[in-house]
């Protein structure tokens, strides 16, 4: 499996982790998968949406000031592609 599978892998776990509560679990998942995202240019979209899941996670957990961060980064790159089902959600989690 090449970086990008298991970026691509982690994100789907850190998805299914949340969802079932395991909110630290998804959080380190999700860490891990835009660390690897992040220094891949061309997969903008995959670190949009494995930020997203880091931002869900950090606000399931109740650290609003971190999810902040991740969800500003994501809506930006959201808005950079031109995904706007991406910047609304985040708009409204940024508006809470």
Excluded: F
Excluded at 15 to 30: F, I, K, N, Q, Y
């Amino acid at each position: 499996m090449d970086d990008l599978e298991h970026a691509h892998d982690l994100r789907h776990r850190s998805d299914a982790a949340r969802l079932a509560g395991r909110a630290v679990e998804a959080l380190s998942l999700a860490t891990e998968a835009v660390g690897i995202y992040a220094g891949q240019s061309t997969h903008r979209l995959d670190l949009a949406n494995a930020l997203r899941l880091k931002a869900l996670a950090l606000d399931d957990l109740d650290q609003p000031g971190e999810a902040t961060l991740d969800w500003t980064e994501a809506r930006g790159l959201y808005a950079e592609l031109g995904i706007a089902a991406g910047v609304t959600e985040c708009d409204a989690r940024l508006a809470r």
